[in-house]
């Protein structure tokens, strides 16, 4: 990750516009993470998603394809 990736903006969407970039894709073709902590993320979450917590992330990034589109929540 470069420096420069920290100034990045990144774009916000709503639950609905979720469930319409998530309709009639294959889950391969896209980075769903669940940020949330493992006790929130067994109490539910998004079919298909990742857990990734947030304090984490930073570590983790190289799971992710760069290459797809990547929805966190």
Same mark, same amino acid.
């Given at each position: 990750?470069?420096?420069?990736?920290?100034?990045?903006?990144?774009?916000?969407?709503?639950?609905?516009?979720? +469930?319409?970039?998530?309709? %009639?894709?294959?889950? #391969?073709?896209?980075?769903?993470? $669940?940020?949330?902590?493992?006790?929130?993320?067994?109490?539910?979450?998004?079919?298909?998603? +990742?857990?990734?917590?947030? %304090?984490?992330?930073? #570590?983790?990034?190289?799971?992710? $394809?760069?290459?797809?589109?990547?929805?966190?929540?």
């Amino acid at each position: 990750m470069a420096i420069t990736d920290y100034f990045k903006s990144i774009r916000s969407i709503t639950a609905e516009e979720v +469930r319409e970039f998530l309709k %009639g894709k294959n889950p #391969d073709d896209y980075n769903l993470v $669940d940020v949330r902590q493992v006790s929130e993320y067994e109490d539910g979450h998004i079919p298909g998603s +990742r857990l990734i917590p947030l %304090g984490e992330l930073k #570590d983790r990034t190289a799971e992710l $394809d760069p290459d797809k589109p990547t929805i966190a929540y």
